[in-house]
């Protein structure tokens, strides 16, 4: 059973950087397209990132472009999301999906795994 479990989370200034983890077991990092997606509250779930196999493509949401950087790593078995330059409204859960088939994609309904999220606060 794959399982995906997100890590790094945390409150942070305005200004300031977080690394997020997704660890993946179950199966091996290289056979998912992955993604991160984020939810405020009382918002939708929407599109930050996606990272295809093998990290040839990667693609971001205009919001965070230029701030934040998605890779892999295959040996860890691990994806990771470098947050920079935090903004009081990047403050949402963050979750890491997982589409075994297909591309990268930016709609929820495209990834067929999921972690459970990891809060990240950015005070102002």
């Known amino acids: 059973q794959v399982q995906l479990v997100e890590s790094g989370g945390g409150l942070v200034q305005a200004g300031g950087s977080l690394r997020l983890s997704c660890a993946v077991s179950g199966r091996t990092l290289s056979m998912y397209a992955m993604g991160w997606f984020r939810q405020a509250p009382g918002k939708e779930r929407e599109f930050v990132a996606a990272?295809?196999?093998?990290?040839?493509?990667?693609d971001y949401a205009d919001s965070v472009k230029g701030r934040f950087a998605i890779s892999g790593d295959n040996a860890k078995n691990t994806m990771y999301l470098q947050l920079n330059s935090l903004k009081p409204e990047d403050t949402a859960v963050y979750y890491c999906?997982?589409?075994?088939?297909?591309?990268?994609?930016?709609?929820?309904?495209?990834?067929?795994?999921w972690g459970k999220g990891t809060q990240v606060t950015v005070s102002s």
């Open positions: 999906a997982g589409r075994l088939y297909g591309n990268i994609g930016r709609m929820s309904v495209e990834y067929d795994q």
């Open positions: 990272i295809s196999r093998g990290g040839m493509s990667t």
